[in-house]
C-alpha cells in the first residue's frame, strides 16, 4: 500500500482476522501471530471452524513444547483476572490535584466509577514529555516524590499496578546500567506488580528473565500482539486495533492459553462498543483509556454499562471462562443470527454460561438459545438481573450474559449478588460523545508599566506552526475513530491560522529573566516553595544565562514580585517577530502563560525551542531553536517534574491604551 492510498477510518490489511484454513493447518508464520481467527459467514460452517481451532491450537502447543508454568505461579496468577486495566497519566487532574501538588487515589476511583470499576491501572510518566531535557525514562519515575506511596494506595484498594518501558528511549542520560538492570531496579523500589513494553509486542530475554526475578517477580504487557513463543512468559497483552469479523472471531493468544489476559483498545474510538463485544465473547478484557496523552477520548454512557454489565459478570464467573468449555459461536437461533445476535457457550460443572452480543443498532428481544431448557434447568439474565427469564433483551451494540444450571447443578456462590448489582443497574442507551473543552486559566493584568517590544491591542490572524503529535494542539483528538495512525499523518509539521483579540497593549521583555535577576528575587522577597522537588536544576551557567528549574507557578510568582506578568504565546510570538527580540545563551524554552485545563489533563504553550534536543526518536518533544510562529503543547507534570534545565521565561507588561 502507497502512502496515498493509505486511509485512516478502515483497518489496515495487518490489522484484519486472519481465515483459518480448513483443517487448521495455517503457516505458522501467520498463525502464531494472528490478531484475530475470522469467523466463516456461514454459519453452517462454524462446527468444522471450531474443530480446526482446537487442532490448530493443538499442533501449536506440540510444536513450541508449551508449558504454561508461568500462569501457574501464586505470585503472579493474579493477571488472568485483570479484566479492565486503565493507562492513566501520573499527573491527571483526577488522580492528582495540581493546585495542592498531591495525589488523590479516592477521587479518581469515584470518577471512573461507572466504568464498572478497574483491577489495575498503568502510571503513565515519561511520554509525551520526555526530550524536553536529558532525564530518562527512568528519573520521570525516581524524581516523583512519594511515588512509592502512591502505589501502595493503590493495592490499599485492590488495584494492581504497572509501570511504563519505552525502548525508544536512548538518547537521553545514561547511568551506566542497561535498561534491564534499571527497570529490575526501580519495580522493587516502587513495589508495582507489572511492565507495560510501550510499543513492543515482547520483552528481549535479559529484560523478561530479570523482571521474573524481582520481589514481586513482574508480569509483562506487550503493546500489540504477542507471538505464540512468548505467551509463555507474557501474561498479558494489548488486543490493540484488532479488527473483527461480523460474527465475532477468537482472539489467537487467548485461544492459545485461556489464562492469558488479553485487553481489548482503540484509543481514538468514540464509540467502543467492537472492542467491548469482541472482549466479551473471547472472555477476556479491556483497556480503559479515555484521556490519549492529554487528549479527552470519553466514553459514552452506553459504552461504560456495557463495560460495567461485563465487569460484574467475567470477574464472578472467571474459573467458567478460564477453566471451563469454550465453545465459539454455539448455540443461537437461526433467527437470533439473522438479527445480527451471536451467542458463544462456556460450561464447567454443571454451569454453562452464554455470552451474547448485539451487532445491530436497535435491542433485539427473544429466546436466542436454540436449546431449549432441560427439566429441572434454571436460568439467570445475569447482565439484566432477571431470574428464569422466558425471553432475553439484548441491547443494541450491547451484551447479555444467560447463565444456565444443569438438572440438580449448585447454584454459584456469587450469582445472588451478582443478580441484585444487574438488577439494580438501569444500565444507558447513551452514544452521545461526552465532550470536554480545554479552558485557557485567564491571568491577572500586570501592576506595574515598564518598556518593552511593543505589541499592539486588538484582533489579527497569526499563523503558528506545530508537529502533530498524539497530544492534540489545542482542543480535540487529532484521530478521531482511527486505526492507528501512521506517517504522514503522525509527526508531521502542521500550520494553523488562529484568530486572536488581544485586549490591550503590552510590552514584552527583549531577554528571559537571568540568574542574577532570579536570585535578587530570592533574596528579596518571600517566597515559600510549596515544593522545593527539582528547584533551579540546570543552573550552573553565569549570571547573565537565562534562570532555569522553574516551574509555571515559580515564573509567575517571580512576574508578581516585579510588577509584571507572563507573556502569552501570541504576545510572545509577536513580540519575536520585532527587532530587539534576543534569546539568552543557552536558549530554553520559554513559559507562556496559556495554561489550559479540561478538568483531566493541564498543559500550557511553550515558545522559542531551546539548544538541547534529544536524538534517536520521533517519540521525544521537540527541542532545538525555533522559530517564532512555532508552539510546544506542554502537559504539565507535578511535584516539581515540570522545571527543567531547558526551559526559563520572560516578561510582559500591560500597557496603556
Known sequence: MQPNDFDPLVPRPVDLPTVLPPGGAIDPGTGDIAKIFAAPEDPADWPRWRSDLAAWRDEARDRLAYSGAAY????????????AVAQVWLWDERIFNHAEQRFTVDAFLASIADQGGLDGLVLWHAYPVIGIDDRNQFDYYRDVPGLADLVADLHERGLRVFIDYNPWDTG???????????????????GVDGVFLDTLKEGDPRLTAALAETKPPQVLEGESRVPNPRVEDHLLSWAQWFADSEAPGVMRAHWYERRHMMHAIRRWNRDHSAELQSAWMNGTGILVWDAVFGVWVGWSRRDESTLRRMLRVQRAAHEILTAGEWSPLEGATAEAIAAGVYASRWTKDGA??????????????GDPLRAPLPKGGRRYDVTAGITDPNEVTVPARGVTGILELAPGAPEPAWLPEVIEAAADDPGSGDARFPVRAAMRVVPGRSARRAKGIRVEAGPRSVEVTYRRRETGFYQGAPYVEEWKPLPPRLHDDRTATLNIDLYGPVAVAPKEVSIAEFRAFLEQAVYWLAVPNRFLCGTAEGDDAP???????????????????LPDEFEWQLAAEQPGFERRTPAVWNWTESEHSDGITRFTMLKGGSDYRAEGSDWYTDGGRREPSFSLKYLLPGLGLERSSSIGFRLAWDLEE
Not at 501457574?72 to 479484566?83: F, G, K, L
Not at 454453562?352 to 428481544?365: F, P
Open 172 to 190: 537521553t542520560r545514561r547511568s551506566g546500567n542497561t535498561d534491564a538492570e534499571e527497570l529490575a531496579a526501580l519495580v522493587e523500589d516502587l
Open 547 to 565: 534562570v532555569t528549574g522553574v516551574s509555571l507557578s515559580d515564573a509567575r510568582a517571580y512576574a508578581a514580585w516585579a510588577g509584571a506578568r
Open 352 to 365: 454453562t454460561l452464554w455470552t451474547l452480543v448485539n451487532r445491530a443498532e436497535h435491542d433485539w428481544t
Open 72 to 83: 501457574d505461579r501464586p505470585e503472579t496468577s493474579w493477571a488472568s483476572r485483570a479484566y
